[in-house]
């Protein structure tokens, strides 16, 4: 099983979108009652962590 070593430094990441796209994100974080940045942290670690529940919910 492979065990990531934790790091406490935060990182940035930027994403080229199209506004549609950008849009889209924003309509599904706020029905999460999440912020976009949030949202999307915790959409791309659900496959790392097993977590697929949302798959169908968009």
Known sequence: MYVREAHHA???????ALP???DLID?????????RSDFMLEVVGEP??????RSNMF
């Open 10 to 16: 935060r990182c940035s990441y930027q994403i080229r």
């Open 20 to 22: 549609e796209q950008r």
């Open 27 to 35: 309509y599904a974080a706020s029905l999460l009652g999440k912020n």
């Open 48 to 53: 790392c962590t097993g977590g697929g529940a």
